[in-house]
C-alpha cells in the first residue's frame, strides 16, 4: 500500500460525457502527478501540482483539466469523453517539487467509455 | 525532446540473472529511475540512478553511464512473482519537473 488512495477504482460511462477523478496523496506528501496509461502507449505525465499551484504539464489534452485542493487532494476532470480516453488514470505523489524524488502511485482509476 | 528505448517483452528462467537495458536521448539529464509494474496495478519505485555506476539494493542492481546515454536494471535470483514489465523514466531537470517514462519491458519469468 503506497498511501496514494484514489477514487473510483473502476468507472464505466458513454461518449461525450464528464466524469472526475480523485486522488488523495500520502501524508505529508505536497506534489501531486496524474498520467495515462494505455496498452500502446505507456505511461504518459499528464500534469503536476505542487501546494495547490499547477507545475508542469504533459500531454493533457484540452478537454480535460485537473486541481489541487487545499488538503492536498487532487481531481481530474475528463470531459466529453470519446473511445480513446478508455485508459487506467494513475496518481502518484512526491515530498518535493523537482522530478528527482521517488513517486509514490494510487492504485489507479480504470476508465471505460463506450 | 526526449527518446527512451527499452526492448518490449524478456523471457528469463526462474533462478536465473537477466539484464533489461534502457537507452536515452535527452537535452538535459538529471537522473534515471527504474520502476516495476504488475499487470493492472500501480508501479512501484526500484532505484534512482545520478551518478555513473552501479547501485546494487538486494537481488536488483541498476547501473548507469550517463556519457552513453545507458542504464540497465539486473535481477538477480529470478522468482516467478518477477515477472512483470519494468519501466525505464528520465528526469531531465533544467526547469521540467516532470519525468518521462519508456513504454516500458515485460518480463516473463519461466519455470
Known amino acids: 500500500d503506497s498511501g496514494v488512495t484514489q477514487t473510483p477504482k473502476h468507472l464505466i460511462t458513454a461518449t461525450g460525457q464528464r466524469v472526475t477523478l480523485r486522488c488523495s496523496p500520502r501524508?505529508?506528501?505536497?506534489?501531486v502527478y496524474w498520467y495515462q496509461q494505455s496498452l500502446d502507449q505507456g505511461l504518459q505525465f499528464l500534469i503536476q501540482?505542487?501546494?495547490?499551484?499547477?507545475?508542469a504539464k504533459g500531454n493533457i489534452l484540452e478537454r480535460f483539466s485537473a486541481q489541487q485542493f487545499p488538503d492536498l487532494h487532487s481531481e481530474l476532470n475528463l470531459s466529453s469523453l470519446e473511445l480513446g480516453d478508455s485508459a487506467l488514470y494513475f496518481c502518484?505523489?512526491?515530498?518535493?517539487?523537482?522530478?528527482?524524488?521517488?513517486?509514490?502511485f494510487g492504485p489507479g482509476t480504470r476508465l471505460t467509455v463506450t | 525532446g526526449q527518446n527512451i528505448d527499452q526492448p518490449t517483452e524478456m523471457t528469463a528462467t526462474e533462478g536465473a540473472i537477466v539484464q533489461i537495458n534502457c537507452t536515452y536521448q535527452?537535452?538535459?539529464?538529471?537522473?534515471l529511475f527504474w520502476y516495476q509494474q504488475h499487470a493492472g496495478e500501480a508501479p512501484t519505485f526500484l532505484s534512482y540512478?545520478?551518478?555513473?555506476g552501479l547501485e546494487e539494493k538486494g537481488r536488483f542492481s541498476s547501473f548507469l553511464s550517463r556519457s552513453k546515454g545507458y542504464s540497465y536494471l539486473l535481477l538477480k535470483e529470478l522468482q516467478m512473482k518477477d515477472s512483470a514489465s519494468y519501466l525505464c523514466?528520465?528526469?531531465?531537470?533544467?526547469?521540467?519537473?516532470?519525468?518521462?517514462f519508456g513504454k516500458g519491458t515485460k518480463l516473463s519469468v519461466i519455470p
Open positions: 502518484a505523489s512526491s515530498v518535493g517539487e523537482g522530478g528527482g524524488y521517488e513517486q509514490y
Open positions: 501524508s505529508g506528501d505536497l506534489s
Open positions: 501540482y505542487y501546494n495547490g499551484e499547477e507545475r
Open positions: 535527452t537535452s538535459g539529464f538529471n537522473g
Open positions: 540512478n545520478v551518478l555513473d
Open positions: 523514466a528520465i528526469y531531465s531537470g533544467a526547469g521540467s519537473y516532470q519525468l518521462t
